[in-house]
C-alpha cells in the first residue's frame, strides 16, 4: 500500500480512552470518498488523523506525498498539510468578515500559478455566497455559513479536502439548500473529498466511494454500489436498503414525457423530463421497490422491467419472512447490481436462487443528484 | 497657599507607574495566560495560585517579600550589581516590579478567560488554512480575546494607580521617584493638608469611577459584535 500519485493510502491505530481505533484504507485521489458508519465509530477521529489535529500512530500518503510516517518519524503538523477541513459547524472567524474569512487561508498558501489553481470568482460563484462577501458572519444563515466555510477551505488550495458531517448541525430545509452546491463542487472540481457522515441518504447522493466503519474498524471500502450490493455487509440488511447507479441520459419521450436513462446492463425509464441527451444522473432505487418475475410480465403497469441474473439470495438477521435478493442487470448477470426485498415464501415458490436469470420489476427509481 | 508642582509631582508619577507597569504586565501576563489556558499539565492550577496569590495575599506580605528579592543581598540587588548599584528597592524601577506582581491576577484572569471561552476550534481551524501557532495567535487568538485583553489592561492599570501597601514596603516615599497618589494623600493626612489630601483623593475618586464606566461601556460596545 504505497502511496502513488493517484491514491490516498490510510492507516491509524490508537486507543482514546476506552475506544481502539485501527483502520487502513485507500482512496482515489478523484472524487467523493465517504467515511460511514453509526456515531462513535471513530469517523471523525480518522478526519482529524488525517488533518494532523490528533495523532495516533499511523501512516498516511496523500497523491505521492507523505505526511505522516511513524516508520519515519515524521508527522507533518496540521498548518503544513495541504488540506481543506470543514468542520460540523462552519467556525467561520467571527472577528473577520466573509470576504477576509474566505481569504485567510488564500493568503497563506502557497500561490500555486497553475492551471487547477481554484479562482476566488469561481469559488464564490460557484458557492452561491458572491452577495455575502461584505457581511460579518453572524448575520449568515446555517447554510450560508457552511458554504463560506467550504470556500474558505477550498482557497486555501489543498490538494484534499476533509468534510467532517458539514451538513449535521443544519435543520432540513439548510441541508437542501446546501446539497447541491456541493454537487456542483462535486461535478466541477477535481479535488478529492474524504466526507464523513452517518446520513445514507447524503452518502447516497455524494459518494462515489465508501469506506465502511463500525466500532474503530473498517468493515468494507469499496464503489457505493458495490457495497450497497453485498450481502456480507449491514447496508443491504438496513430498512431502507437501496441502490446508487450512474445513468445518462439517452433518449426523452416527448409525447409521454418521459426520460430514458442507459445504466449498464439495461435501459430505465423515469417519468418527467429530467435534462439533455447525454448528462449523467445519479439514480436510487430502494429494495422494497423492486420485485421478480420468472417471465416477462405482458400486462403490468410498470415500465421498467429489465432482465437480471441473481448474483445472490440472503436472509434477513432477526426476519424469517423476507430475504434480500441481489441481481445482475443483463441476462449475464454483468450490469449494475440491484437489490430487492421480498418475502421468503416467493423466493421458495419461484425458486430464485444464484444463476437464474429473472425479470427484476422496478416499481419506482428516484433521481437523488445530477451526477458526475 | 497651594504648591500645584507638588501636587501634579505625585500624579504624573502614578500615571507613568501604571503606564509602565500596564506594558509590562500584558508582555509577562499574555504568555502565562495563554499557556494557563492551553496547556494540559496537571500541576498548571497551582501556577494559577500562584498567580493569584495577591489576592488574598496582605500587600505588606507580599512588600516584605519583594523587599527582601529587591535589596542588595537578593537577586535584585544582584541585578542591581552589574549596572553599579547597590539594591533595587528604592526605586521607580522596584515599584515597576513590584506592581507587576501585585496586579498580575487583575490581568491574567480576564486574559486566560477570553482564551479558554473560544475554545481549540478557530485555532484548529486557522491551522488548517496554514497558518503557524504564532501566526494563528496574533490573527485569530488575539482579535478574539480583544475584550479580555482590554478588561485586563484597564483593571491592572487602576490596580497599580490603587496600590498603597506594596508601595509603601519597598518604594518609600521618596518626592519624584517612588512618591505616587495614595502614599501622598496619606502624607497630607498625616501632616493635616486637608485641601491637597481632598483635592487628590477626589480626583481618584473621579478617576476611578470613570474607569469602570469606560470600561463596562467599551466592553458592551466590542464584546458583543461576532462574539
Known amino acids: ?372 | 497657599m497651594l504648591d500645584f508642582d507638588e501636587l501634579w509631582s505625585p500624579i504624573r508619577l502614578t500615571l507613568e507607574l501604571a503606564a509602565i507597569s500596564t506594558v509590562a504586565l500584558l508582555f509577562v501576563g499574555t504568555p502565562i495566560a495563554w499557556w494557563l489556558a492551553r496547556s494540559k499539565a496537571r500541576w498548571k492550577e497551582a501556577v494559577a495560585t500562584v498567580v493569584a496569590l495577591p489576592l488574598v495575599l496582605p500587600p505588606t506580605v507580599m512588600g516584605f517579600y519583594l523587599l527582601i528579592a529587591l535589596g542588595p543581598n537578593g537577586p535584585g540587588g544582584w541585578l542591581a550589581g552589574l549596572f553599579g548599584g547597590r539594591s533595587l528597592a528604592f526605586t521607580f524601577e522596584s515599584l515597576v516590579i513590584g506592581s507587576v506582581f501585585y496586579s498580575m491576577p487583575f490581568v491574567v484572569q480576564p486574559i486566560r478567560n477570553a482564551f479558554e471561552a473560544f475554545g481549540d476550534r478557530p485555532l484548529e481551524v486557522a491551522a488548517t488554512l496554514r497558518a503557524s501557532p504564532w501566526d494563528a495567535f496574533w490573527s485569530v487568538a488575539v482579535p478574539l480575546a480583544r475584550p479580555g485583553f482590554l478588561t485586563g489592561a484597564v483593571l491592572g492599570f487602576a490596580h497599580t494607580v490603587g496600590e498603597f501597601g506594596v508601595v509603601l514596603m519597598i518604594g518609600g516615599n521618596i518626592p519624584g521617584e517612588t512618591k505616587v497618589l495614595s502614599v501622598a494623600i496619606y502624607d497630607y493626612v498625616e501632616t493635616l493638608q486637608w485641601t491637597q489630601a481632598h483635592i487628590l483623593a477626589g480626583g481618584m475618586l473621579v478617576f476611578s469611577f470613570a474607569v469602570i464606566l469606560s470600561m463596562m461601556l467599551i466592553e458592551k460596545r466590542i464584546g458583543r459584535p461576532g462574539l
Open chain 1, 1 to 372: 500500500m504505497r502511496g502513488d500519485e493517484a491514491t490516498i493510502s490510510a492507516a491509524f491505530a490508537g486507543t482514546l480512552g476506552a475506544f481502539s481505533l485501527d483502520v487502513a484504507f485507500d482512496a482515489p485521489m478523484r472524487g467523493v470518498t465517504a467515511l460511514f458508519g453509526p456515531s462513535g465509530c471513530g469517523k471523525t477521529t480518522i478526519l482529524r488523523c488525517m488533518a494532523g489535529l490528533q495523532r495516533l500512530s499511523g501512516r498516511l500518503t496523500v497523491g505521492g506525498d507523505t505526511w505522516q510516517d511513524d516508520a519515519a518519524r515524521k508527522f507533518r503538523k496540521p498548518h503544513e498539510r495541504s488540506v481543506g477541513y470543514v468542520f460540523q459547524e462552519a467556525s467561520l472567524f467571527p472577528h473577520l468578515s466573509v470576504r477576509r474569512n474566505l481569504l485567510y487561508g488564500a493568503r497563506r498558501s502557497e500561490r500555486t500559478d497553475k492551471a487547477g489553481a481554484l479562482e476566488f470568482a469561481d469559488i464564490v460563484g460557484l458557492l452561491g455566497i458572491g452577495h455575502l462577501l461584505d457581511r460579518a458572519p453572524v448575520a449568515l444563515s446555517g447554510g450560508e455559513r457552511q458554504r463560506v466555510a467550504v470556500g474558505r477551505a477550498l482557497l486555501s488550495q489543498p490538494r484534499l479536502l476533509l468534510m467532517d458531517e458539514p451538513l449535521a448541525a443544519l435543520d432540513r430545509i439548510a441541508k437542501d439548500e446546501i446539497l447541491p452546491y456541493f454537487e456542483a463542487l462535486h461535478e466541477k472540481l477535481s479535488i478529492p473529498i474524504v466526507y464523513v457522515s452517518h446520513d445514507l441518504a447524503e452518502v447516497e447522493r455524494l459518494a462515489d466511494m465508501l469506506v465502511l466503519l463500525d466500532g474503530g474498524r473498517v468493515l468494507a471500502a469499496g464503489p457505493l454500489s458495490d457495497l450497497e450490493a453485498d450481502p456480507a455487509l449491514p447496508l443491504l440488511r438496513m430498512s431502507e436498503a437501496a441502490v446508487t447507479l450512474e445513468g445518462r441520459i439517452t433518449a426523452i419521450d416527448e409525447a409521454y414525457a418521459l426520460t430514458s436513462l442507459s445504466v449498464p446492463g439495461g435501459t430505465l425509464i423515469l417519468p418527467g423530463r429530467r435534462g439533455g441527451a447525454g448528462s449523467y444522473r445519479r439514480l436510487r432505487i430502494r429494495a422494497s421497490d423492486v420485485s421478480f418475475a420468472r417471465t416477462r410480465p405482458l400486462d403490468s403497469t410498470i415500465l421498467n422491467c429489465l432482465p437480471a441474473r441473481i448474483l445472490s439470495v440472503s436472509r434477513q438477521n432477526g426476519d424469517d419472512a423476507q430475504v434480500n435478493v441481489v441481481a445482475g442487470l443483463g441476462e449475464d448477470g454483468a450490469g449494475a447490481r440491484i437489490v430487492g426485498r421480498i418475502t421468503r415464501k416467493s423466493q421458495e415458490a419461484l425458486a430464485l436462487v444464484p444463476g437464474v436469470t429473472i425479470f427484476a420489476q422496478i416499481k419506482s427509481v428516484a433521481l437523488i443528484a445530477s451526477g458526475a
